[in-house]
């Protein structure tokens, strides 16, 4: 009679030991999402500063599409360039986001091929440009030029190449800002979504500051990019497209107008 009641306690046991087996068998696949550890809200934060490792629309983004498939994103903040070493030469980072084909070739190009990174579609489009506290300044009177350390420009090589022309690069967005309303420089390199958020949220302007739309801008998309998993690149692609309501609503939370 012992026996029996043994058999059947392990009996009653053995559909639990198999769905915590199943459960393990189907736990999230581990991937580490090198991102830069800037303020460039609202698109993303991974300065640390706020007590968070990495937070705004590209982290809510990221986590939604991992939740479609059972993945599990680490963030991995670093700094510019140093995090395109990361991806390409040591591959210490999964995918990269952002990037894109236009920013960094040649820098890319010195740690590997650039055919073996692999580009998503665009999350987003920013429109980046000149900001700044003169309403119709023109090129030539942008004697002194901040930027985020790291930015390409497309439009504004020449003007960053400039012998004449005093270039700064700052670690973050807020500093960039305040450079601009200390008229430490005339004219800054910004996203209009980047300035108009910050601005609204965290200075209380005494003058207004003006994002030249007659002056040339560039139009960066953000994509998603990876060199050892172009199959998790592809099904990026294909979140974006079904599950478009929920990101236009993602945008809308965020002010993102593109």
Same mark, same amino acid.
């Given at each position: 009679?012992n026996?029996?009641i043994?058999?059947?306690t392990q009996?009653?046991?053995?559909p639990?030991?198999?769905?915590?087996?199943?459960?393990?068998?189907?736990?999230?696949t581990?991937?580490?999402?090198?991102?830069?550890?800037?303020?460039?809200?609202?698109?993303?934060?991974?300065?640390?500063t706020?007590g968070?490792?990495?937070?705004?629309?590209?982290?809510?983004?990221?986590?939604?599409?991992?939740?479609?498939?059972?993945?599990?994103?680490?963030?991995?903040?670093?700094?510019?360039?140093?995090?395109?070493?990361?991806f390409i030469?040591?591959?210490?980072?999964d995918?990269?986001?952002?990037d894109?084909?236009?920013?960094k070739?040649?820098y890319?190009a010195?740690?590997?091929?650039?055919?073996?990174?692999?580009?998503?579609?665009?999350?987003?489009?920013?429109?980046t440009?000149i900001?700044?506290?003169?309403?119709?300044?023109?090129?030539?009177?942008?004697?002194?030029?901040?930027?985020?350390r790291?930015?390409?420009?497309? =439009?504004?090589k020449? /003007?960053?190449n @400039?012998?004449?022309?005093?270039?700064?690069? #700052?670690?973050n $967005?807020?500093?960039?800002? *305040?450079m601009l309303?200390?008229?430490?420089?005339?004219?800054?390199?910004? =996203?209009?979504?980047? /300035?108009?958020? @910050?601005?609204v949220?965290y200075?209380?302007? #005494?003058?207004? $500051?003006?994002?030249?739309n *007659?002056?040339?801008?560039?139009?960066?998309?953000?994509?998603l990019?990876?060199?050892?998993?172009?199959?998790?690149?592809?099904q990026?692609?294909t979140?974006?497209l079904?599950?478009? $309501?929920?990101?236009?609503?993602?945008?809308?939370?965020?002010?993102?107008?593109?």
């Amino acid at each position: 009679m012992n026996q029996f009641i043994k058999i059947t306690t392990q009996l009653m046991y053995l559909p639990l030991a198999l769905l915590i087996f199943i459960t393990d068998a189907k736990s999230a696949t581990h991937y580490v999402v090198g991102v830069e550890n800037i303020e460039y809200l609202p698109y993303f934060d991974g300065s640390g500063t706020n007590g968070a490792d990495y937070y705004g629309f590209s982290e809510e983004l990221l986590t939604l599409f991992a939740q479609q498939h059972d993945f599990e994103f680490e963030f991995y903040t670093l700094p510019i360039n140093r995090l395109y070493k990361e991806f390409i030469d040591h591959h210490h980072v999964d995918f990269k986001y952002p990037d894109n084909p236009q920013w960094k070739p040649s820098y890319k190009a010195s740690f590997g091929d650039l055919n073996e990174i692999i580009y998503s579609q665009p999350t987003v489009v920013t429109k980046t440009g000149i900001a700044s506290l003169n309403k119709n300044i023109t090129i030539d009177e942008c004697v002194s030029f901040a930027t985020v350390r790291g930015f390409t420009s497309q =439009s504004f090589k020449p /003007l960053m190449n @400039n012998e004449n022309v005093e270039l700064i690069e #700052t670690a973050n $967005v807020m500093e960039l800002i *305040e450079m601009l309303l200390k008229e430490r420089v005339e004219c800054i390199y910004i =996203s209009n979504d980047v /300035l108009n958020y @910050n601005i609204v949220k965290y200075f209380k302007l #005494t003058r207004p $500051v003006y994002f030249q739309n *007659e002056l040339p801008t560039d139009l960066q998309a953000f994509l998603l990019s990876s060199i050892d998993y172009p199959e998790v690149v592809e099904q990026f692609d294909t979140f974006l497209l079904s599950h478009k $309501v929920q990101i236009s609503k993602l945008k809308r939370e965020y002010q993102i107008k593109n």
